[in-house]
Structure formats: C-alpha cells, structure tokens
C-alpha cells in the first residue's frame, strides 16, 4: 500500500484555512487514508465515500473546494492489494478496481462494487444514473405549482446526493478552489489534466450519506434563534412610522414578531427619487442601491436604534450586481478606495471575486450601517452573469463573502440569499423567491423544501401567503389561501410572509376576518411554543446533515409509498407534517390523507391514538392542521413569547406520548455567537421510563454555561395516554393532588408542574400507578 506524504507547506495551508472554514475543517485527508499508484489517487474518507483523483503530472491537491472544505478524517478500515495489474481497495461497504497505469479514469480501468445486508450494485465511469432524487434550484421566480411561467416549463431540480441507485457522483474537477490567505479566497484550479470525483455510496442509508456528505463538504450552519420566529417582509415603499405602526400591530394583537424585513425602498430608486436618477443618461439601474431614502427614513440611526430597542432584527434587501453607482452618498469614498477616475462619474462594476473590492463593498457601504443596526442582509435578484474567474457562480461567492464577513466580525453568520450550488448548506439562509399566488404553489413548497434536504439546504425561506398573481385578483386576495399558507409557515423551516408592491395584497394578519385571523394567530403561537423543539432539531441538523424537513424516504427507504407521499414530511425527529394545500370549497372542512408508518402515532392537537401503518383520511376545519406525534416520543416546548432576542425559556413543558419508553436530548445555547461550533452550549437528558410499579421521568443537565443561559426554570410535564397514578413524587417528595398534579380522566392526560428551581439540579418525576 502507497502512502501519500503531506508535505509541510500542506499543513500550513490547512491552519490558515481552518480560521475561517471552521475549526473543524482541514482539507489535508489523513495519509493513512490515501493510496497512490501513479498518476491515481484514491483517498478512503469514510465507509461510503472514496475520492478518485487522477492528474498527468501527479500533482495533487490538497486544497479546500468551493464544496468540499474537510478530509481530514478518521481513516475507515481498508485493504490495498495488487493483482493481475489491478489496484484493489476493499473497504466495509466497497471494492474498488483499478487497471494501474491505464490513464484517466473510464469505463475500461475503474469499476466499483458495493454490498450491504439489503444490497448490491455495480458503478463504472459514465453510469448515469436514473434514480436520483434530486436536490434544489435557485428560484422559484414565476413558478406555480412546479410550472415556470418565465421558462415555460416545469422548474429543472440539480441532483442531490441521494439517489435510489444507492449511489451517486460528484465531480469536483472544475470547481476552483480557496487559497490560504487570512481571508480564505478563491483561485482557479491549475490548467492540467484532472480528474476529482467522489463517489458517495450508501444503498437505502440516506441519512449515512447525509452525514457523510456535510463531513467532508461542511456542516450545515445554525442561523441564530432569532430567525426561527416570525419575519414579517413585504415589497413595498414603507416610511419608518409605517414600519412602527406594524410591529405595533403585532404587538397589540398579541402576536410574535422577530424580523422586521425592508425591501429595497429603504434606499433610493428611481421610481421614488427620478430628480436623482434623471440627471444621468443611461439611467441608472434603480434596484441596487447603498443610500437611504430620506423620504422614508430622515433619521436611519434613530430608526435602527428603535428596532433595537424593541428587539426587532432588521434584514435590509440589496441588489448588488449593478455595481456603485455615481447617486451613492459613498460613491467618492469608493471610487477612491478602488483607484477608479470619476471623469464621467463610471459605474463601478460589481465584481465580487475582486478582493479589493469585496473589502471596500463591506467597509465603505456595509459595515458602517451594520454598526448602526442593521443585522443581516437581503441579497436579492441580479448575482447573474460570470465571475472573472472560471468555474465561480457568482450568486454561491456572494454568499460565501457575506457569510464569512460576518464570521470574521465574531458573529454568528446570517444572509438571505438564493441557492448557488453545492457546498452552499454551509451558508444559510435561502431565499426561495417570487412564486404565484394559488393552491398550487402552496401544494408545492413542502415537496420543494424536504427536497432540498437533499443537498443539506434545509432553510429554504418561502414568500409566505405567495408573491404575485398578476391574473386572478380573487387568488391573492383569498383569505383562507393566506391563512393554510400561514399554517404551513408554522411547520417550515423560516417562518417569513411577504408579497409584491400590490396594494391588494394584504399580510398583516389583523386584518382579515376573524375566523381567518384567529386560525393564524393560533398558529404562529404554536410555533414560538415549538421553539426548545425546533431549535434543537437545528443542532441536530448541524450535527448529523438531517434538515429539520425531510422527506419519509429517510425513515422508510424500503417503503414505495415513502417516495410516493410528497405531500408531507417529518418535522424533525417525531412529527409527521401534511399541510392543507386545497380549498373547503364553501364547507367547514376539508378532506386530508396522511399516510402514517408503522407505529403508533398521536393526532396532535387532538391526541387521538391511531394505529400505523394506515392511510389516515379525515376532515380538517380551517384552523386544524394534520399533525402527527410519533408515539413514545418527547416533545419539549416552552410558554409563547413574543420575541425571541433576550427571552430565556423560564417554564419547560414536556409532552410525553406515553407508549413505550422514550427520551428526548434538549439543546440550548447563547442563540447569537458561533460559540455552538466549539461546543459552548448544553444538552439536558430527557427519559420517560415505563416500570413495573409505574412510570418515571428523569432530568439530567449537562451542567454546562453559556452566556445568557436561564438560572432557574419551572417545569410542566404532560403526560398523554396515561392512566391515573395514586401518587406523583418529585425528587422524593409526595406532590399534592390538584394543586401540583391532575387527571383528566376523560382524556387520559396526567398534568405535572413544578416550581422553579435551579436548571444545574437534576429532577425525578416518579408516578407510581394505582393497584387493581
């Protein structure tokens, strides 16, 4: 067996690119992994993932990709031999041939063959394959349903990592690569004959591919806490009083808000200040813009300064791609900075893979309004077009750029921006774009979003309520279309409505009639209630490469009707999800089918118990949402809040679908700082325990701290489908019935509260059962 030596310039390239990659990154694979014969390079990564590289020169490289950022890994076990002129690697799960000294990898010299318990299959180069369940797209501009009006065609998904081949390909070898500078920046790859593939082969172990995938490609990101609440986005020219008198709105009506989103009114356009735009011949493009709008903000500082205060987060729309135009106030200062003669008052182009550049757009344009209060930003439309460099999509550099500045600045990373390619999970989060406003897009968006999970993009955010429908008025009017697309915002990954500048489109929820207004406000509570849930199930994603939606074939590869139930999906660990995407039609309900697996499975909000496998068909009124708990599960949750920022989760409450025995692992952090990354944050072990004498549910803290964390907290236990206990104890000490715990024997639900104490102190519910 040949080994490859790392030489030492490779190690100091690997600690340069560790300080911005993540510390968990270092794209030098262990040499024990690696085996050379000749111009072939074969490095084992991990059980199911061998990269095949094959240079004229043997010049290798070890450097990160745009997508693949991390090899350094733990060598899985293998064997190199030779035999009849052929390299063999057998590994746990693949046998590898290869006809030494044959050239470029082809269908003659390199095949693979894979077998595990339930499987096996052949690979050699240029196998297509036919079974691949696809990833995402960049947009969904102009889309219904799955039907692009701009293209008129069904919108094209790229490939994913998963396939029903039980395999799939990459093929790295045009994708530039970072170099190892203090800001890690992209470079061309050199000019030789190359071949980097990688092949990822895992039969029906999804989620073993996922894993896989996001160790060697990058882990998917956590967005702050904030961005699981509510954002509430429209495309409209707001002045700041506006903008208050919304989130006063929401206030006053009880309603959570986290993100205030302002589209690209913020700064000037030409539609609202032609006496700036008119001067010029050609006009400017009104879209990109750096300079606020007086007219609708006189004082941005006090503005900003007053979202702040009322721990709002702003997210501000640009459209960078039209470059620095001579209209910005900071049009000298840059023009200076890039050495550019104003003669003429040029546009300066926008060239995003210019480091000059990219550091005087943040210092000189973005970072002084950032200081004043603005918390991430919007890119938008118009990254088309080519980069000056080959192989670079400029929409996935943008995004790596703003991504890392903020890390740079010690922030945890948050942008809104479109798909730009593999490797783009690590920079979240997506925005999907200007879909039309009907019961098929609607119908859609689930499907699209589990989908994207394929490729570890699982924080799609959806205009909810849809964009536009520049045809049918009674569409984006329809009360009952807004208030299941609201339903669905609370069970997606980024809860934020929005439309176009239409004044027939109406998104604050107050004003629609009550019985559509309550059904909303019912489920945006529900979601900030769901919080401890979901942002664990964030951490998971970060920690396994399982978005928090994915579709039912992870769970059940080996079940037809798994692929064939687009319609809903989990909803992290335990919650099936089947959003209504159809219309009652003038009736007080609406016909919903949900396949439900093997199992036992608890209707949420009504905690009927229903028996798997099954197509479970029943009648859903308009504030009703087909929601489904996984039986002996956990489910943590927390009082409603009306904000995020600053709130600590003071009262735990945990639902436990009694059945079998089961356990739950709560994360918790800071929400702000990408302290997670390095581990400062804390789990509390959660097991409900079904005993001889009764049942027991115990609570174990980590004892780990981090900043802000909650010193004492009250907790509720709800234990569903239980019988009645003669006695509940905690921690020893005998409750009082109806004071610290009640029956409803009518519903089978035991309620347990205790007061608050200490979140280091472990707790012990026994509740020991009656005697027959």
């Known amino acids: 067996m040949m080994l490859y030596k790392v030489c030492p310039w490779l190690i100091c390239f690997a600690l340069s690119i560790n300080l911005l990659l993540g510390s968990q990154y270092d794209p030098v694979a262990n040499p024990h992994s690696i085996v050379q014969s000749g111009k072939a390079r074969f490095t084992i990564l991990t059980d199911h993932v061998i990269r095949m590289e094959y240079s004229n020169d043997s010049i290798f490289t070890d450097q990160a990709s745009l997508t693949f950022v991390n090899r350094n890994l733990i060598t899985p076990a293998f064997e190199s031999s030779e035999k009849d002129g052929w390299l063999i690697i057998k590994t746990k799960l693949c046998e590898l041939h290869y006809l030494k000294n044959s050239g470029p990898f082809s269908l003659r010299n390199l095949f693979i063959q894979y077998n595990d318990s339930l499987r096996s299959f052949s690979w050699k180069p240029g196998t297509k394959d036919k079974y691949n369940l696809k990833g995402t797209t960049r947009t969904l501009d102009g889309v219904s349903g799955k039907f692009n009006f701009y293209g008129l065609k069904n919108i094209q998904l790229e490939d994913g990592i998963l396939s029903r081949s039980g395999w799939?390909?990459?093929?790295?070898?045009?994708?530039?690569?970072?170099?190892?500078?203090?800001?890690?920046?992209?470079?061309?790859?050199?000019?030789?004959?190359?071949?980097?593939?990688?092949?990822?082969?895992?039969?029906?172990?999804?989620?073993?591919?996922?894993?896989?995938?996001?160790?060697?490609?990058?882990?998917?990101?956590?967005?702050?806490?904030?961005?699981?609440?509510?954002?509430?986005?429209?495309?409209?020219?707001?002045?700041?009083?506006?903008?208050?008198?919304?989130?006063?709105?929401?206030?006053?009506?009880?309603?959570?808000?986290?993100?205030?989103?302002?589209?690209?009114?913020?700064?000037?356009?030409?539609?609202?200040?032609?006496?700036?735009?008119?001067?010029?011949?050609?006009?400017?493009?009104?879209w990109t813009g750096y300079t606020w709008e007086k007219k609708y903000f006189p004082d941005y500082k006090k503005f900003l300064a007053w979202t702040d205060s009322q721990h709002l987060q702003t997210c501000m729309n640009i459209h960078p791609a039209s470059g620095v135009q001579v209209q910005e106030e900071a049009y000298p200062a840059f023009a200076k900075a890039m050495g550019v003669d104003t003669t003429g008052h040029p546009a300066i182009p926008f060239d995003i893979t210019n480091k000059k550049f990219a550091h005087n757009y943040f210092d000189i344009l973005l970072h002084p309004y950032e200081k004043a209060g603005v918390d991430f930003w919007w890119l938008d439309w118009q990254q088309w077009g080519h980069t000056n460099i080959k192989g670079v999509n400029p929409t996935f550099y943008l995004n790596y750029v703003h991504f890392s500045d903020m890390q740079r600045q010690g922030k945890r990373p948050l942008i809104f921006h479109r798909w730009g390619g593999l490797g783009n999970h690590r920079y979240q989060i997506g925005f999907s774009g200007d879909c039309i406003i009907n019961w098929r897009s609607l119908a859609y968006q689930p499907e699209f979003t589990a989908t994207a999970s394929n490729v570890g993009f699982g924080y799609w955010s959806h205009d909810i309520g849809g964009h536009m429908n520049p045809?049918?008025?009674?569409?984006?009017?329809?009360?009952?279309?807004?208030?299941?697309?609201?339903?669905?915002?609370?069970?997606?990954?980024?809860?934020?409505?929005?439309?176009?500048?239409?004044?027939?489109?109406?998104?604050?929820?107050?004003?629609?009639?009550?019985?559509?207004?309550?059904?909303?406000?019912?489920?945006?509570?529900?979601?900030?209630?769901?919080?401890?849930?979901?942002?664990?199930?964030?951490?998971?994603?970060?920690?396994?490469?399982?978005?928090?939606?994915?579709?039912?074939?992870?769970?059940?590869?080996?079940?037809?009707?798994?692929?064939?139930?687009?319609?809903?999906?989990?909803?992290?660990?335990?919650?099936?999800?089947?959003?209504?995407?159809?219309?009652?039609?003038?009736?007080?309900?609406?016909?919903?089918?949900?396949?439900?697996?093997?199992?036992?499975?608890?209707?949420?909000?009504?905690?009927?118990?229903?028996?798997?496998?099954?197509?479970?068909?029943?009648?859903?009124?308009?504030?009703?949402?087909?929601?489904?708990?996984?039986?002996?599960?956990?489910?943590?949750?927390?009082?409603?809040?009306?904000?995020?920022?600053?709130?600590?989760?003071?009262?735990?409450?945990?639902?436990?679908?009694?059945?079998?025995?089961?356990?739950?692992?709560?994360?918790?952090?800071?929400?702000?700082?990408d302290n997670y990354r390095n581990n400062i944050c804390s789990f509390t072990r959660i097991d409900y325990i079904q005993g001889l004498e009764g049942l027991e549910v115990n609570i174990k803290p980590d004892g780990k701290h981090f900043e802000g964390q909650a010193t004492d907290r009250a907790y509720q236990f709800k234990l569903i489908s239980t019988p009645e206990p003669a006695e509940v104890f905690v921690n020893g000490k005998p409750l009082s019935q109806n004071k610290e715990w009640r029956y409803d024997a009518e519903k089978s639900i035991l309620l347990v509260t205790t007061s608050k104490q200490s979140i280091k102190n472990s707790i012990s519910v026994e509740i020991r059962a009656r005697r027959r």
């Open 471 to 673: 045809v049918s008025k009674k569409e984006k009017q329809n009360p009952e279309l807004f208030t299941r697309w609201v339903q669905w915002g609370t069970f997606s990954p980024i809860f934020r409505t929005h439309a176009t500048k239409d004044a027939g489109i109406e998104r604050r929820i107050w004003k629609y009639p009550d019985a559509n207004f309550n059904a909303m406000r019912k489920a945006i509570q529900q979601r900030y209630a769901l919080l401890p849930y979901i942002y664990t199930m964030a951490r998971l994603a970060y920690d396994s490469g399982i978005s928090i939606i994915r579709p039912m074939y992870y769970e059940y590869p080996d079940k037809e009707i798994a692929y064939r139930s687009n319609h809903q999906y989990f909803f992290g660990n335990d919650m099936i999800v089947a959003p209504i995407s159809k219309s009652l039609n003038g009736k007080k309900t609406v016909k919903q089918s949900v396949w439900l697996p093997q199992g036992t499975w608890f209707d949420y909000y009504t905690n009927e118990i229903i028996p798997g496998p099954q197509v479970y068909t029943r009648q859903y009124g308009l504030d009703e949402i087909p929601v489904f708990v996984r039986g002996s599960c956990i489910i943590p949750m927390q009082t409603a809040k009306l904000h995020i920022e600053g709130e600590v989760v003071d009262t735990l409450i945990l639902n436990v679908y009694c059945f079998k025995s089961a356990a739950f692992n709560l994360y918790e952090d800071d929400g702000t700082t």
């Open 168 to 286: 799939s390909l990459i093929d790295d070898s045009e994708r530039p690569l970072f170099d190892n500078s203090d800001w890690q920046w992209v470079e061309s790859r050199s000019k030789n004959e190359v071949q980097d593939l990688y092949f990822f082969a895992y039969g029906n172990n999804y989620k073993a591919a996922l894993y896989d995938f996001t160790q060697v490609a990058g882990k998917i990101s956590m967005p702050p806490k904030f961005a699981f609440g509510m954002w509430y986005s429209r495309y409209w020219n707001y002045t700041d009083q506006e903008l208050k008198d919304i989130a006063a709105g929401y206030r006053q009506n009880n309603i959570p808000l986290d993100v205030l989103v302002i589209d690209m009114d913020w700064h000037i356009t030409e539609k609202s200040s032609p006496e700036i735009f008119n001067r010029y011949s050609p006009k400017p493009n009104g």
